[in-house]
């Protein structure tokens, strides 16, 4: 049996991750010349080689005349299964006090359990808690924390699979060069096993060379990767990392950080002991009250395309310095890359989410006061930059268009109202205003509704007024609010926009550009007149900035509400000086006659109204949409100067 041969309990972070430098340079192309140690410069070059664990991957056997132990092979019963890995970079590091060179990758496998290998494989022991995983198109070594050490994109035959299987582990070495990539300018056909067998004597020579015994793992069933999303994927209004479960369980589990399970409620959990530092090519899970950045590391994600302007890590990254914070999931199966109208992944990618932990993580360090300033500027100007506001719109507009098709497919919905709700309110007025509320997502966990959802009541508050929302019945049942009440999502606004005045289906210079709007399409409330007459207050606080109601009157212009445009998308904010309600922001993408006869007539109709869902409009229905009587209407004046 082969000897076992311990790792050290506490190893460096992420298997050899570098700790967090302060360094901007990513290096795409290694440097010419030496570069001092202990400087930005050395812990930028460190990180990006260290990180880089795809490498050229070949299976073999112990026979293989490259290693030299064909004698010894024939007196054994079984030959033993064999991976080697070599990297395309190796990191020289000289000690300038004794001139002694070692190569950091073979150093990290030194210090988590292997061997470095000067002569022969004869006394290589098991390395305890590595594994080798094969995926469908990848052979893995992994470390005791599950991070991916090593990666060749291989696929292992079945006499080797069989073989390995046989006897449960494989001899794993790893150096440069080991006779497994094939030099620059030259065949595989005219690559002699001669000339193998030099570059592993070469590598065993230097020291860059680090081998052990590696128990098969088989079938690699993990998630591995990250996965970034912007805000406004799956609902969620904050940027989004998922990361593999075990990142967590590692620590003790999602529930020690304060995560919670997403198909039984929303992502209202806050993180526990954890703050989110982003960097400017990597994302770091912390623990804010260590110090040693050895023990107060939780899990990280590295952009590898840092330093290309093409990265969509650095706006992710603004994303999340602009909204405070993110929202971190770990999940046990790999999540799309690509999710959204088209990408034909949004079935799996839900029932991934279903599966998984999360919460909303804040920022720590230098990412917390660049935020802290950011939100002091924007409070000082009055409002979001038009710029980050048409972002976040583009940002949530392929998450609306997946919700109006769900929504589409559905011909009717089943309202389910609990008896408590007619204590409050009479079942007439309920019925009635029920109407009036769309089942786009739940007002609990942010996901779509189906055909079915909890109607639930909070209030009265003290002016009298009750809330009524939607919500899955698994995340909150049909009834009044609980003692101490419950925090929601903020509802879907839904936006169309049209012309008014030309009837035979071309735009003219005649035309009035509209904007309809259904501000809160999964919260209506309501105001009781009487005992037993209950009305929509919903968009009551509109009155107070000059909306009217719809019909023959022509529409007054608004105070505290301006609109603005941008390229193709048209815009409208609204203040919160003069009303109860938070500043609004309606963004949409206009075609491009709506956008010159704004620009023409310096203005817009805006139509406030719940009883509608306004992506379903028609542009036949966006007359009818400004004349009802229940909608508010008001003229908003395009603020030229201002315009993107």
Known sequence: MPKKRNVPKKRKRGGGRPTRRSATQHWSIPPKDPVRGGTPEAGALFSDVLMDNKMSCRATYLSDPLLGMSALVKSQEEDIPVLLFEPAKILAVKDTRTGTIHEMRTERLVVGGFQRLTGGLWNLEIVEGWGIYRTSTSVLLRDPEGDVAAEGN????????????????????????????????????????????????????????AGGIVKWGGNNRDALKWVLFPAGVFGIPLPVAY??????ELHGGPEVFGFERLNVGSIGAQAVGMVANIAEADLDLERPTETDPQISFIAGYRDGSAGSPDSPFLPWRESAIRCGGIVAIAGPREMPTIVGSGSGNNALAWEILHDSWGAVVPLGGDCLTQSVEMRERRKAEGGLPLTETIELSREQAEYAEILRKKLDSIESFKVNCSYDLEELIDRESLFRWVTNMWPVACQTCGDPLGSTVDISVDGPFADGKVLLSMHHSSCRTSGVTPSGG???????????????????????????????????????????????????????????????????????????????????????????RFTDLPEQEWVIEAPEHVIEQ??????????????????????????????????????????VDDSL
């Open 154 to 209: 291989l696929v292992l035959d079945s006499e080797w699979v069989s073989a390995v299987v046989s006897v449960g582990f494989a001899i794993v070495l790893q150096g440069a060069p080991l006779g497994v990539r094939i030099p620059p300018g030259r065949k595989e056909s005219d690559y002699s096993d001669q000339e193998r067998v030099l570059e592993f004597r070469q590598a065993r020579r230097n020291g860059i060379l």
């Open 598 to 639: 704004v620009r023409r007539l310096e203005g817009l109709v805006v139509s406030l109204l719940t009883k509608a869902l306004p992506t379903r409009l028609s542009h036949g229905d966006i007359p009818s949409a400004c004349g009802d009587p229940e909608a508010l209407i008001g003229w908003v004046p395009l603020k």
């Open 486 to 576: 419950v925090s929601m999502k903020c509802p879907t606004s839904s936006y169309a926009v049209g012309n008014l005045g030309n009837h035979a289906g071309k735009p003219g210079r005649g035309d009035v550009p509209v904007m309809i709007v259904n501000p809160a399409c999964e919260q209506l409330q309501l105001q009781q007149i009487d005992s037993s007459t209950w009305i929509n207050a919903t968009l009551e606080p509109f009155k107070e900035l000059g909306f009217i109601s719809g019909g023959k009157t022509p529409p007054r212009k608004v105070k505290e509400a301006v609109a603005y445009i941008s390229q193709k998308y048209l815009i409208v904010r609204v203040s919160h």
């Open 243 to 248: 990361m593999p479960l075990w990142n967590l």
